[in-house]
């Protein structure tokens, strides 16, 4: 059997967002600390309540020994999903790259055949 979806309040989804943005943790284990079903779920909160980065505060006493007294383990954790972040980051970089590459090409074999310019001079007005 699932689980029943429990329901959140507004305020307990923005109290839930202050204490993730104070606690320096990653998604994944302040979820699972804190009872939320998954990571998804927090990050569909921060989409629906963006908060400007200016307003965010710097990382209290608090949460430096927070960080502090982080195992091993964590760091661990989350140096493999910043490098599988960093993987998936340069995958798509390449795939847009050969995409704009393959655009120009087009182009290029379109004003070849049909022996008009396509591409917006610079200062054309």
């Not at 979806?5 to 202050?18: F, G, I, P, Q, T």
């Not at 209290?60 to 490098?83: Q, T």
């Not at 998936?88 to 655009?103: D, P, V």
């Amino acid at each position: 059997m699932r689980k029943k979806a429990k329901k959140y309040s507004e305020d307990e989804k923005l109290n839930y967002l202050r204490l993730y943005h104070e606690s320096g943790m990653s998604k994944r284990s302040f979820c699972k600390l804190h009872g939320i079903y998954g990571a998804s779920l927090l990050r569909y909160w921060q989409k629906k309540y963006e908060i400007p980065k200016e307003v965010l505060p710097l990382l209290s006493e608090d949460s430096e020994e927070a960080m502090a007294n982080r195992s091993k383990e964590d760091y661990k954790n989350e140096i493999a999903m910043l490098k599988k972040r960093n993987r998936e980051l340069e995958k798509a970089l390449e795939f847009s790259r050969l995409e704009t590459l393959a655009r120009d090409m087009m182009i290029d074999k379109a004003e070849e055949y049909f022996d008009i310019p396509i591409r917006k001079k610079s200062g054309a007005k």
